[in-house]
């Protein structure tokens, strides 16, 4: 086989203990020479050209005076070319001998063995084939098992390379010198001796190696593992590596590389102790040959301590290096048969041609297999039945192998129809098989059209000697058992019809044009397609509801398609056919269709009422595609066409009505300023049955005197508007509600001016609808019904201007001895114009008991940081136990402390406001403040609207709930607090206000 001489022999690294028995595939092959002179080895052509080398690191480090492969350098060659040699110095304060083993790597291949350093502190590497190749950009780096002292310097400088041709350039290039010190690395022991699989089958998940790794002093993270396959398999031959971590998945590699190596490069941190490392593979060829991964050395794994990030070198007392088990035999091929996840799982039709009815994987192991013959067997209803299946065929790799035969069912599971085929099946190369046959009974009797057979199932009969391995030679059982394929359902096609569900029961007015009198589902099947040929529909009336009187241009929908019109109804069942149309439309496999049924309403429908009913019935009917059966779909889905076919919803005659109530978007009761427009009501007009036209509507207006314009709205859109009125009429407005829906009118007032020579302060802008009309679509007019009488809106009440009271989260909520902030809000005009305010009152809840007491109550002003205390009196009322006038005392749990600006009601003292001011309430602390104790103030409203009267009529008269805001809008002419402009806080935003709470220290 081309190996003239022992020279030859030894120069490739071959000893007689690797040798094995040639197999029959060996021995056939011609004498091709000299491996390297053998034309199919010629070498590509070198390239050449020149290359530049720079230094990329890594910067000057620690390096521990006895890790492994360590990086002295990385080099970048650019260019192209092949490196045949070259040569490097130690550089550094260090010795020749600090460097025990150097190595040349690219990326975590190693390219080269170990070169040690010489004469002159050179480091030599050549090879005249080739060490690596650049075509582009290459990193080259120098590493170095260390044998270093503590203290010395170490790097290497790249002193020459040299091509099979061209140039280079860049050199000499030095790296980066080393710092060694001392330290004691984890260790890393492959303890015991390395094993594999032994003599195997080929197959798939293969231990090819594997040997347990004892780790010491602290845990390391693998980052590489490199195996030589060293056996006499081909490449090819063996694949799919997976390294394991304790039965842990850790890296994997599809295929060895150019030089029989693996290399798993991965990060996996191993514990201190005894780690099980095991390399499994697919051994998919090689029938006679051997396999034998080796870990040549040590330079091969890597290690790094998880500490000191760097690798101890890695022993191997188990097993000297190389470290590998022994070599184990491939037996002789294997052949395994199953069923395919793409074989037919759905239902096959009645009567169709070439279906498939099973598909199986077949995959050898270890070397090529010619599988002479295949048999198929049937069986149906689940038993060898007497059927014969025409037209059966092997497909294998989608082409047929065989004749065309009819298969018989009877006994199949046992003889079956043998085919022969004489199909090569090559390792790594699943083939695939597949039987189809017509569904067709060939006897004299087709059982299958009758649906006598209902299941129908393939299997892959056992053979027997039907396959020859092609090295081993020998036979092999194809399959070795029976492989069923999937038990399939045989089927003839159906239609099935149903109303929609999104269409129920209707109930309208009578007449109507083009009315929609049904709508139906028809959905097809999972098994063949259905060409549907004729639509017929019937009707059942009720009461004064007479389908051929009241009924007239009659058509169907059917998906995007319309049948011609019938301008007369005939009464009766479907089955007459009178109300029927041919049609031509195919429905496909698990298709759907949407049927409607459409016709005009005569108005000879006179009376109405829940009796007067009519409901439409409907059968389609179709031919399947594949098995040519008549099928039906009306109250089932079948080949038997049914009287009264499938019902579908029922139209009742109703009287319409169109009701107006106020509708829920309807603005709440508010105050409202006197600028812009207010919308002061929403009325919901509600049809059903029938549409309708609102065309007059009558509203009024509490109190007009603030008010300029009234303004219909439907939506957005303007209807009217007029001259501001206490009743308001709008006349023939036209403002349409389509039947069984709703339309919402609104009224938008648009304001003026209140005060001096103009409206009223305080005014009720209460709006009422009085009364509506409307015309039905026939154009009868009537009262439009009202849900409740007058439906109004809620009440507004306008102002020259109105604040808001906002609540303000205070600073400081600790509840301690001292003056403390028990309550903060913001006082808001919001734009409106200038509001005066009198009274405040703050209602005031405690623990009580022994609890807090509160005393030397005030009220600031400190807006935008200011810090200004407001003239007022502060009085307790309403205490609910000891409190005084000055005090809410320790034994009180409701207190109400009324805040009075000025010294008296009437002093014409207020506090105005024409944009916003914050104010503070502070009191002092006394009191045993204890755990459980607080202090909670808000600003409540408790009175309803009265009218503007003088301060001292609206205010506090001391009474429990009384005004708890006095303000006044500023509307009178002359304005104080004689004026009748003052009012109490109904309505007012935002109160009631949130708590304020102060509480003792956790």
Not at 620 to 628: D, K, L, R, W
């Amino acid at each position: 086989m081309g190996v003239p001489d022992m020279t030859v022999f030894n120069s490739y690294g071959w000893s007689f203990a690797k040798v094995i028995a040639a197999n029959s595939a060996d021995t056939a092959a011609a004498n091709e020479g000299v491996v390297a002179a053998r034309a199919g080895c010629a070498q590509a052509p070198t390239p050449t050209g020149s290359i530049n080398v720079t230094l990329a690191g890594p910067a000057s480090t620690t390096l521990i005076n006895d890790e492994s492969q360590a990086v002295l350098a990385n080099f970048v060659f650019t260019g192209s070319g092949i490196v045949t040699a070259v040569t490097m110095q130690r550089t550094g304060i260090s010795a020749d001998t600090s460097l025990s083993n150097v190595y040349l790597f690219d990326g975590d291949v190693r390219v080269t063995d170990a070169a040690s350093v010489t004469s002159g502190s050179m480091i030599n590497f050549s090879n005249s084939s080739g060490l690596f190749s650049v075509s582009g950009s290459k990193t080259i780096s120098a590493r170095a098992d260390m044998a270093a002292t503590a203290g010395e310097t170490i790097g290497v400088r790249l002193t020459a390379v040299t091509l099979s041709s061209g140039s280079v350039g860049g050199l000499p290039i030095s790296g980066n010198n080393h710092t060694i010190a001392t330290a004691t690395l984890a260790g890393a022991d492959l303890s015991t001796a390395p094993t594999g699989s032994g003599d195997t089958d080929p197959g798939t998940d293969i231990n090819v190696w594997q040997g347990t790794i004892s780790v010491t002093t602290r845990d390391v993270v693998l980052t590489r593992l490199a195996l030589r396959q060293i056996g006499s398999i081909q490449s090819v031959d063996i694949k799919n590596f997976r390294l394991f971590v304790d039965g842990v998945e850790v890296a994997s590699q599809v295929s060895l590389d150019a030089n029989g190596y693996v290399t798993f490069v991965l990060s996996k941190t191993l514990a201190t102790g005894s780690r099980v490392l095991k390399v499994i593979a697919d051994v998919i060829g090689g029938s006679g040959r051997t396999v034998q991964m080796s870990l040549r050395g040590a330079y091969d794994v890597k290690v790094i301590d998880s500490q000191y990030n760097a690798a101890p070198v890695v022993t191997a007392t188990g097993d000297a290096f190389p470290y590998d088990p022994a070599a184990f035999t491939v037996n002789a091929g294997t052949v395994t048969v199953v069923k395919a996840s793409t074989s037919q799982a759905n239902n096959v039709t009645v009567g169709g041609s070439d279906v498939s009815l099973g598909t199986w994987t077949v995959t050898v192991y270890g070397e090529a297999v010619k599988i002479e013959t295949l048999t198929v067997g049937i069986d149906v209803n689940g038993t060898d039945a007497d059927n014969t299946f025409r037209n059966g065929r092997v497909m294998i790799n989608g082409a047929q192998y065989g004749s065309t035969t009819h298969v018989a069912a009877v006994d199949s599971a046992a003889t079956g129809q043998s085919f022969t085929v004489n199909f090569m099946v090559n390792p790594g190369s699943p083939a695939t098989v597949e039987f189809r046959s017509d569904i067709f009974d060939n006897e004299d009797t087709n059982q299958v059209a009758l649906l006598t057979t209902t299941t129908v199932q393939a299997t892959l009969v056992a053979g027997s000697g039907n396959a020859v391995p092609q090295v081993s030679l020998g036979t092999l059982a194809v399959p070795s058992a029976e492989v069923d394929a999937n038990s399939l359902t045989i089927a003839s096609g159906s239609i099935a019809l149903a109303s929609t569900p999104s269409y129920p029961a209707q109930s309208t007015v009578a007449p109507q044009s083009s009315y929609k009198l049904a709508s139906f589902d028809l959905t097809g099947n999972a098994t063949e397609a259905v060409n549907l040929n004729t639509i017929a529909i019937g009707f059942a009336g009720n009461g004064t509801f007479d389908p051929s009187s009241d009924l007239s241009n009659v058509f169907v929908k059917y998906g995007s398609k319309t049948t011609s019109i019938k301008g007369t109804v005939a009464d009766g069942s479907i089955t007459s056919l009178a109300n029927s149309w041919s049609i031509s439309e195919t429905l496909p496999i698990d298709g759907s269709l949407t049927v409607e049924v459409w016709a005009t309403l005569g108005s000879s429908i006179a009376a109405a009422g829940s009796d007067d009913t009519m409901i439409t019935y409907m059968r389609v009917t179709g031919i399947t595609a594949g098995s040519g059966t008549t099928v039906y779909a009306d109250v089932d889905s079948d080949t038997v066409a049914t009287d009264n076919g499938a019902t579908g919803q029922t139209i009742t005659i109703e009287d319409g009505t169109l009701t107006v109530s106020l509708d829920a978007s309807a603005p709440a009761s508010i105050l409202v300023d006197d600028s812009g427009t207010k919308v002061t009501g929403a009325w919901k007009f509600e049809s059903l049955y029938d549409s309708f036209t609102v065309t007059d509507i009558i509203f009024t207006i509490a109190n007009v005197s603030a008010v300029s314009t009234v303004t219909l709205k439907n939506g957005s859109t303007v209807v009217a508007s007029k001259p501001a009125a206490a009743t308001t009429t709008f006349n023939n407005v036209s403002v349409p509600v389509a039947a069984n829906s709703n339309a919402v009118l609104t009224v938008e007032l648009t304001m003026a001016s209140v005060g001096v020579g103009g409206g009223t302060s305080a005014s009720s802008l209460l709006t009422t609808l009085t009364s509506a009309t409307r015309r039905n679509s026939q154009g009868t007019s009537a009262a439009v019904t009202e849900a409740s009488a007058d439906p109004a809106g809620n009440v507004m009440y306008v102002y020259k201007a109105i604040p808001t009271i906002t609540y303000v989260s205070l600073a400081d909520t600790l509840l301690a001895a001292g003056t403390r902030v028990i309550a903060k809000f913001t006082v808001n005009t919001n734009g409106t114009g200038t509001i005066a305010w009198k009274q405040a009152m703050v209602e005031i809840t405690m623990s009580g008991a022994t609890g807090p007491a509160l005393s030397a109550f005030s009220i600031w002003d400190v807006t935008g940081g200011a810090n200004n205390q407001v003239t007022a009196a502060e009085t307790i009322q309403n205490a609910d136990n000891s409190g005084t006038a000055t005090t809410c005392d320790t034994e009180d749990e409701t207190c109400e402390l009324l805040i009075l600006v000025g010294v008296t009601i009437d002093d014409n003292v207020e506090e105005a406001i024409s944009s916003s001011k914050t104010y503070e309430i502070r009191a002092t602390v006394g009191g045993t403040i204890g755990t459980g104790d607080f202090v909670s103030a808000s600003i409540e409203t408790y009175l309803a609207h009265a009218a503007n009267d003088i301060a001292d009529t609206r205010e506090n008269d001391t009474t429990v709930n009384d005004t708890a805001f006095l303000w006044s809008d500023r509307s009178a002419s002359s304005h104080d607090t004689g004026t009748a402009d003052w009012t109490n806080d109904n309505l007012l935003k935002f109160l009631p206000t949130a708590t304020w709470t102060l509480l003792p220290p956790t």
